[in-house]
């Protein structure tokens, strides 16, 4: 999508500090509670259907397709009548206009030359033909005859997106490619203009659920679409999304963190759209989905959120061992990401009987999911300590060959993490290793590694804090408050009994491993 200056200006900048109500004061709308508001159009009401006028609240693009054929229009174009201001001084009117109702000094405004008007309109031209597109599919999918809409309403059923409290939600109904198209072509957009974009081109859309991905400002820049059926391929996506905005939902996210939309503190990532879409629709704005699975949070996407100014993520997976795993890769993604949100993952045994956050929620409703947020909630780097017992334990219970080559692991992880991480590792990763092997970290502490070992792990770790709780924990679940066990320091290691045989070292030494320390018979790692 093109982007100019002028673009950015009114699109970033004012339309955020704008309220709907005040901008259209003169559209009598039917509930200004909902995104999509609705009423008679202001430019010529006698003629026009009690609904005909349509407001997106977030964006304040309006579009009237039965009376005036237009979609998806700048708020400019309302100020100026319904159509476009001409260029010149004109369009600085109603800009300085626009901005004088946000609060901005109009010292501030961008360079308005014949370059960037142009660029302006051409960046009009692709916006409303996106918001047409969808809003036709959103209208469809609430106002065709009951047979065209059973396999989908069945699907949303299934869901629990049923109700009012999700009609306004950005969800639609393509119809068959033939019928868009020529809907396009009524809104004013030339064939030119619809080929160039696609939007009509795969016939497998049609009966399809869709929706669409928008950046965090609202400007849409691709649509997902789902079979109702579970014909596949169940989901299908308009071009690559991924490069402009991480996740799906994140326009809700911004639009609910305040007027300038400039960070979200705290976002809630489920995997699947329609998750999302179930909390959202129950007022829980900060909901955003990875629109696959957990582990395509690759280290660029958690980038990209904390560059548009996601500070906190708390990671939702199901409680199933696929999803479980997808949210480890995740969670080691954002370890090695620069810079990147801090991240929380709620642990799935919190969604006791229901297998995902949204059937929690339509089951106990969303005060009770955010109590389970607030008490199975684990940082990342517990997460990972957590997963990383669950790998090592045998299915029998803890052996001292188990619980070192655990430890292995946890120093090698620990060593080679960078330095800023590490209050974060001795606040989080440490006290889950050491009350998972029931060990004080003196007990494996590695010592006397050679010149070979040093250089493999970049540096010796620095000593985490050893006056940490030891707690026993289960599974990946924490502790319960009767769970909590005093355990004494390992005392140290006297000398070994006589007539018991050490192994030889893979080098020759003596019978201690270079990398633990430890008496090689009791280790067995050969390290």
């Known amino acids: 999508m093109l982007r100019s200056t002028l673009a950015d200006f009114i699109d970033l900048q004012c339309v955020p500090r704008l309220a709907a109500a005040e901008v259209y004061g003169n559209v009598q709308f039917d509930d200004l509670r909902r995104r999509y508001l609705r009423g008679r159009c202001p430019f010529d009401g006698s003629h026009a259907g009690p609904e005909s006028f349509v407001v997106d609240a977030w964006t304040l693009r309006w579009s009237c397709l039965d009376h005036c054929q237009k979609g998806g229009q700048s708020v400019l174009s309302y100020l100026n009548g319904g159509s476009l201001p001409q260029a010149g001084g004109e369009l600085r009117a109603l800009v300085e206009r626009l901005a004088l109702g946000a609060g901005i000094p109009s010292g501030t405004l961008p360079e308005i030359s014949k370059e960037t008007d142009e660029e302006f309109r051409a960046h009009e031209r692709v ?7 969808f809003l036709q599919a959103h209208t469809l999918l609430h106002s065709a005859q009951p047979s065209v809409r059973q396999s989908a309403e069945a699907f949303l059923a299934r869901h629990g997106l049923v109700g009012e409290p999700f009609d306004d939600l950005p969800i639609g109904l393509a119809a068959d490619m033939r019928s868009v198209h020529r809907g396009l072509e009524m809104a004013g957009f030339t064939a030119q203009e619809i080929d160039a974009s696609a939007l009509t081109a795969d016939e497998r859309l049609a009966g399809r659920l869709v929706g669409p991905i928008r950046d965090r400002s609202g400007r849409i820049l691709s649509f997902w679409a789902r079979d109702p059926l579970d014909r596949s391929p169940r989901v299908l996506f308009k071009g690559s999304w991924k490069e402009e905005t991480a996740l799906v939902g994140l326009d809700a996210a911004f ?3 305040g007027s300038r939309r400039e960070h979200v503190g705290d976002l809630l990532v489920l995997e699947r759209v329609f998750d999302a879409l179930v909390l959202q629709g129950l007022g829980f704005s900060r909901a955003a989905a990875v629109a696959g699975p957990a582990s395509d949070l690759t280290r660029a996407r958690w980038e990209r959120l904390a560059a548009l100014g996601v500070r906190r993520v708390t990671l939702v997976p199901d409680d199933s061992g696929v ?16 810079p990147a949100p801090d991240v929380w993952v709620l642990l799935p045994e919190g969604l006791g009987q229901h297998p995902t956050a949204a059937e929690l929620v339509r089951a106990r409703g969303l005060r009770e999911f955010q109590s389970t947020l607030q008490a199975r909630l684990v940082h990342a780097y517990r997460y990972k300590a957590l997963a990383l017992l669950e790998q090592h334990r045998p299915a029998s219970g803890w052996t001292e060959i188990a619980r070192h080559r655990a430890w292995k ?25 050491v009350a998972g092997l029931q060990r004080s970290w003196d007990a494996f502490e590695p010592q006397g590694r050679t010149s070979t070992e040093v250089a493999t792990l970049e540096a010796p770790p620095p000593r985490p804090p050893i006056s940490v709780p030891l707690v026993a924990t289960r599974s990946l679940g924490p502790p319960g408050p009767t769970e909590t066990i005093s355990l004494a320091v390992a005392p140290a290691r006297g ?7 050490r192994r030889p070292a893979r080098n020759g030494a003596n019978g201690y491993c270079h ?11 050969f390290d």
């Open 495 to 501: 000398a070994d009994p006589a007539g018991v045989p």
């Open 515 to 525: 990398l633990h320390h430890c008496d090689t018979t009791v280790c067995f790692c």
């Open 255 to 257: 639009h609910g963190a």
């Open 323 to 338: 999803s479980r795993r997808n949210a480890l890769v995740a969670v080691e993604s954002v370890f090695r990401a620069k």
């Open 127 to 133: 916006a409303g033909l996106l918001e047409t597109f």
């Open 409 to 433: 692991e946890a120093i090698e992880f620990y060593a080679t993490s960078e330095a800023k991480s590490r209050p974060n590792l001795d606040a989080h990763f440490v006290p889950a290793m």
